[in-house]
Every structure is written in C-alpha cells, then in structure tokens.
C-alpha cells in the first residue's frame, strides 16, 4: 500500500534548519514541477514503468530571461545534456527535463519543439538552444528499449508544471526507480535559510535510482543492515548501476561559480544515504538560482547583485539537508513496483527505519 506520509511525518528530522512551508523546491518562488507517468496494466507487453518528470526555474520566459546556474559530476556515468554549455555560460535558458537513459533524445527533442512555439526566433533571429535533460537507468523494472516516450508526454511534463506540492515516488521519471533495493523515484525538499531580515529559499529535487541496501543510513543510522535480510534476491538488482540526478533551486543571490560549488554539497547529501558513487553510476547536479535575471537581447550593461563567498556557509548545510531529506522521501511516497521479466521493488519498511532511528534518538538524549 502506499504510503501518504513524508520523512518528517515519521517524526524522523534530518539537519538543523527549517523546512520551508510545502518542503519542496516549490517553495522557492517561481519554480514548478510537472510529471507524466508512463505505466502498462497488468498482463501488458510490453512492460513500462517510466515517465518524464519537468522542473521549470521561472515565472515567464527562460529562453529570453535567462538564470544563472552551475553544476557538478560527482560520477560521469551517465547524461545531462546541455551541461557543457550551463558550465561555460553559467546561465540556463531551458526548462530541466528527467527521463530514462533511453529516452533523453526523445525528451530533449520533443522540448526544443515545444520552445520554438513559443519562441519562433530560436535558430533564426536568436541562436539555437541545447535543452537540459537528465536520465538515470529504471531498466530493471521498464522495459527500456521500448521507445514509449513520445512529444505529448514531454508536453505534458511541461504544460502541467505547477507551484504548491509535488507528487513524490512512483511518478513521471521516477516511475521505475529504485534507490538500495527499495522503491523510490522522486522526491523533494527545501529549508529556509536565515540571512539578516530576509531568510533565502533553497530546495532540492532528486530522481533517486542509486546505492545498495546493505549501505542505507538514515540521519547517519545504518538502518539498512537491520532489514537487508528480509528482501529477496529477487527484489534486488543486479548491478550497482543507478544513478541520482539532483536539480538544486535557491532565490539567494549567488553568481555561476558560487552556484558549482553549493552543487558540490549535494554528493555530500547523497553519500549521507550510504552511496559511494560505484562505478557504472552517474551522480549529477544542477543548480540555479532565480534572484538575478540575465537577457539574451540588448547591449547595454546590467546589473545584478551576489553575496559574499563567506557567506555561503549556510546555503552549503542547507544542500546537504535538502538532498538527503529528499531522497528519503522519494522512498516515503513510493510504493513496491511489479517490473519485466518478473522484477521487482518492495515499498521501503518506512515505520521500521523511522523505529529504529528513535533508538538512536533516545541513546543521544542520554548522553
């Protein structure tokens, strides 16, 4: 069954700062998510548990209101296309895309097409765009050489991005993802950041598909250990080859460079989890924030504003929080999953991990 319930509903917190009111990178102003699931009933052939999921940076126009941006590869296998261009720019003119392996060709061209209609100048007037879509691997579940992701399901990602709460789990391109043995998919998380008379928004959104059981910590708790032995080799994939992708948004006003390197936290949050970025997997974060605007068009000088490198501290902590809370709760809302060929993922034992946890809350608070 699954579950309605998030990490914090479990009484279970993760770090020292406050989540914001939706916990979710919807809590930075401006920014939506849009999913479309991709999932054959019962009997079907073939067998699809996948989907594509939109992150939007902005309010209005981000091809011609541009964000800056960075990034970081902790582990390169796997793709985000359109990063050496936010490495060399610093800036973002594309909605964020997150699919399967398979499929970032399709997604990526079913996104250019859909900007062009709003945007007719791309490729004539203007130059051309390089979309920004990430992928991890669902293949243990989805049959991937299926090409079953079509341009309405791109649209649809895109069209249907709202602010206010995301769906988590099994949905749009966490569908078929798997993250040590459980089942999980998306997640999400944010933390208000205090600074002077007005605290900074930062979130975080991960398309979780990564790690082992054996190596699941919980708030540094190794909870995997305890319940490794009641999942089967069935439910387990073969490989340690996942991935995670992590789309980080803050409306603090950092610069390109000072967004790579609070992306840089984030494989901080990931090996919180218990990952250890295994060879055939593909650790990759992005971030943007949406405090300073950059036009495509114009000659004249514009001004924006960044904070001082000594300040970033907090915004650091607050990634580390963000990317372990949400890919807890991207195991919280996912539910087990029936795949090809006979595989599976089990729900994750959610009130056991919560369980086991306070144990270790109750020997601190004697010490």
């Known amino acids: 069954m699954k579950s309605d319930k998030r990490l914090r509903d479990l009484g279970v917190r993760i770090g020292s700062f406050e989540p914001g009111p939706l916990n979710a990178i ?171 008379d007005q605290p900074w928004n930062l979130g975080v959104l991960v398309l979780s598909n990564v790690g082992r059981l054996e190596d699941l910590r919980l708030d540094g708790v190794p909870v995997g250990r305890v319940i490794s032995p009641t999942v089967s080799a069935a439910e387990r994939r073969r490989t340690l080859y996942g991935s995670i992708v992590v789309v980080i948004a803050t409306d603090a006003p950092v610069s390109a460079k000072q967004l790579d390197r609070v992306c840089k936290r984030a494989a901080l949050g990931i090996g919180r989890i218990g990952s250890y970025a295994a060879h055939g997997s593909g650790e990759i974060v992005i971030g943007f924030s949406t405090a300073n605007t950059h036009p495509r068009v114009g000659d004249k000088p514009h001004m924006i504003t960044t904070i001082a490198d000594t300040v970033l501290d907090p915004l650091y902590a607050a990634t580390i929080e963000c990317t372990e809370e949400a890919i807890w709760n991207a195991l919280c809302a996912a539910e087990a999953v029936q795949g090809r060929d006979g595989n599976s993922a089990p729900q994750a034992p959610m009130e056991r991990f919560a369980e086991i946890w306070r144990k270790r809350e109750a020997l601190l608070k004697r010490c």
């Open 26 to 196: 919807t809590d930075v102003p401006g920014v939506a998510v849009g999913h479309s699931t991709i999932y054959s009933g019962p009997g079907a052939t073939p067998i699809l548990r996948t989907g594509v999921t939109a992150i939007l940076p902005r309010d209005g126009d981000i091809f011609h209101e541009r964000l800056p941006a960075g990034h970081f590869v902790l582990n390169g296998a796997g793709e985000l296309s359109g990063i050496i261009q936010v490495a060399e720019w610093g800036l973002l003119e594309t909605p964020i895309l997150l699919t399967n392996t398979m499929s970032v060709g399709a997604v990526g061209a079913a996104v250019v097409e859909h900007m062009q209609r709003s945007n007719p100048g791309i490729g004539r007037e203007h130059d051309v765009i390089i979309p920004v879509v990430g992928e991890c691997d669902d293949s243990f579940l989805n049959d991937v050489r299926t090409p079953c992701i079509e341009r309405h399901h791109v649209w649809e990602a895109i069209d249907s991005a709202r602010g206010g709460a995301v769906a988590e789990g099994n949905v749009g391109a966490g569908t078929g993802m798997i993250t040590c043995d459980l089942k999980a998919g998306i997640g999400t998380s944010s933390r208000s950041v205090p600074f002077q």
